[in-house]
């Protein structure tokens, strides 16, 4: 019989708002520590603290109210949260897990290490050691900062030697939003560039495992991703075009690293499939994920659920689909600004679609929520979730047109 009855969630944004309809279901106590008033998630969850994550003081402070802490993203430095784990605090993640998904070059070496597919890549500390790193795999080369950076920021495309100043140039400048979210503390670890061959990639695939605090995984089915300018557009599962065997190997690669790795709740593999049908690990994350959205609605527990039963120690629900296609599509923020109003016409044309909208400001390009729609056919459901984000985006005003 698991004590945990609060857990705290640190980090403000989407994915600690859709924690709320889980916790409340399961009698779970939320309580959130916000990096500003108002956020997506202070908006839904009543006991809120407004502080830096990163200021020990408020860290302890906050996690001594808890019987367990967890995360809407992974840029807490992971000095605090050893300090706090040695203090008896319950860290689920813990911070040893939660370094691989900090920290890409760690990542690297620990999944070389375990024999789970990698581009070739490589620590560089200058543009000479860039260089030749470009000049033995063949140009282009991926170079990225290996703490900070989400949505494709922090990654740079190098296509020949005259380019190979650009990562350094960002890794030298003050540190900027990136970079102030990746942990450093004034103490903490500051990026390095990791090299990495380019991958010439056919789709994009994720893997998503929950794993228990006793060790026990189970996967989510294999999802292909869209993605357009680093950031996710569409989700469809299961992937379409990939046999039983081959899903069931990649779910298998996703529970490997989970456990190897020790996570203790929802662990997200991002994949890069080549023509050939293999696969390289491109990202991991250690929380609730963009691509795994789609099983809030769709499957027969949301991922944001067994996360939480994760930390709290509860057995892990069942992770299989409750139709046959789930195609989930972003709404970033366009010319339409009333999202709330926007609802009445979407929903009127199609009263199935299930819509999560996030409490955020309307900016270009900003994710502020998202559709989910379900079916048997992936034409017809794919069309139904794309005419429905575009119209909320107000990129739409006939939404029969492609459906």
Same mark, same amino acid.
């Given at each position: 019989?698991?004590?945990?009855?609060?857990?705290?969630?640190?980090?403000?944004?989407?994915?600690?708002?859709?924690?709320?309809?889980?916790?409340?279901?399961?009698?779970?106590?939320?309580?959130?520590?916000?990096?500003?008033? @108002?956020?997506?998630?202070?908006?839904?969850? /009543? #006991?809120?603290? =407004?502080?830096?994550? %990163?200021?020990? +003081?408020? &860290? *302890?402070?906050?996690?001594?109210?808890?019987?367990?802490?967890?995360?809407?993203?992974?840029?807490?430095?992971?000095?605090?949260?050893?300090?706090?784990?040695?203090?008896?605090?319950?860290?689920?993640?813990?911070?040893?897990?939660?370094?691989?998904?900090?920290?890409?070059?760690?990542?690297?070496?620990?999944?070389?290490?375990?024999?789970?597919?990698?581009?070739?890549?490589?620590?560089?500390?200058?543009?000479?050691?860039?260089?030749?790193?470009?000049?033995?795999?063949?140009?282009?080369?991926?170079?990225?900062?290996?703490?900070?950076?989400?949505?494709?920021? @922090?990654?740079?495309?190098?296509?020949?030697? /005259? #380019?190979?100043? =650009?990562?350094?140039? %960002?890794?030298? +400048?003050? &540190? *900027?939003?990136?970079?102030?979210?990746?942990?450093?503390?004034?103490?903490?670890?500051?990026?390095?560039?990791?090299?990495?061959?380019?991958?010439?990639?056919?789709?994009?695939?994720?893997?998503?495992?929950?794993?228990?605090?006793?060790?026990?995984?189970?996967?989510?089915?294999?999802?292909?991703?869209?993605?357009?300018?680093?950031?996710?557009?569409?989700?469809?599962?299961?992937?379409?075009?990939?046999?039983?065997?081959?899903?069931?190997?990649?779910?298998?690669?996703?529970?490997?690293?989970?456990?190897?790795?020790?996570?203790?709740?929802?662990?997200?593999?991002?994949?890069?499939?080549?023509?050939?049908?293999?696969?390289?690990?491109?990202?991991?994350?250690?929380?609730?994920?963009?691509? *795994?959205?789609?099983?809030?609605?769709?499957?027969?527990?949301?991922?944001?659920?067994?996360?939480?039963?994760?930390?709290?120690?509860?057995?892990?629900?069942?992770?299989?689909?409750?139709?046959?296609?789930?195609?989930?599509?972003?709404?970033?923020?366009?010319?339409?600004?009333?999202?709330?109003?926007?609802?009445?016409?979407?929903?009127?044309?199609?009263?199935?679609?299930?819509?999560?909208?996030?409490?955020?400001?309307?900016?270009?390009?900003?994710?502020?929520?998202?559709?989910?729609?379900?079916?048997?056919?992936?034409?017809?459901?794919?069309?139904?979730?794309?005419?429905?984000?575009?119209?909320?985006?107000?990129?739409?005003?006939?939404?029969?047109?492609?459906?």
């Amino acid at each position: 019989m698991t004590g945990i009855r609060t857990i705290g969630v640190v980090g403000g944004g989407q994915l600690a708002r859709m924690m709320a309809p889980a916790a409340a279901a399961l009698g779970l106590n939320l309580k959130l520590l916000a990096e500003a008033p @108002g956020s997506s998630a202070a908006q839904v969850i /009543a #006991d809120v603290t =407004v502080g830096d994550y %990163a200021d020990a +003081g408020v &860290l *302890g402070a906050f996690a001594s109210g808890c019987d367990a802490i967890t995360f809407d993203h992974e840029h807490v430095p992971t000095d605090l949260l050893r300090d706090l784990k040695a203090s008896g605090v319950l860290v689920r993640p813990g911070p040893d897990a939660l370094e691989h998904a900090q920290d890409k070059a760690v990542m690297r070496a620990r999944l070389t290490a375990l024999g789970l597919p990698c581009p070739r890549w490589r620590v560089v500390d200058s543009v000479a050691d860039l260089v030749a790193f470009g000049r033995e795999t063949g140009w282009p080369v991926i170079a990225k900062l290996s703490r900070g950076g989400y949505d494709g920021k @922090g990654v740079f495309k190098i296509e020949s030697d /005259a #380019d190979a100043n =650009v990562p350094f140039a %960002a890794l030298e +400048g003050p &540190l *900027g939003p990136t970079e102030r979210e990746s942990a450093t503390s004034a103490s903490g670890p500051r990026p390095v560039i990791l090299a990495e061959e380019f991958i010439d990639f056919t789709r994009e695939l994720s893997v998503i495992v929950a794993r228990g605090a006793d060790g026990r995984c189970l996967a989510y089915p294999v999802t292909e991703t869209v993605q357009a300018d680093g950031i996710c557009r569409e989700t469809t599962t299961p992937a379409p075009a990939l046999s039983a065997e081959r899903a069931d190997a990649l779910q298998a690669l996703g529970i490997a690293a989970a456990s190897e790795l020790g996570v203790v709740g929802l662990l997200a593999v991002e994949l890069m499939e080549l023509a050939d049908g293999s696969v390289v690990v491109n990202e991991l994350a250690m929380r609730p994920h963009n691509t *795994g959205h789609w099983a809030i609605d769709g499957a027969r527990t949301s991922q944001f659920e067994n996360h939480l039963r994760a930390v709290a120690g509860l057995p892990l629900g069942p992770t299989d689909a409750t139709a046959a296609v789930a195609v989930m599509s972003n709404i970033l923020g366009g010319s339409r600004d009333d999202l709330v109003g926007g609802l009445a016409d979407v929903l009127a044309a199609d009263p199935a679609l299930r819509v999560q909208l996030y409490g955020k400001a309307v900016k270009p390009g900003r994710k502020v929520g998202h559709v989910t729609a379900l079916g048997d056919d992936l034409a017809t459901v794919a069309g139904r979730a794309r005419a429905a984000s575009e119209a909320l985006e107000g990129r739409r005003t006939n939404l029969e047109e492609d459906r």
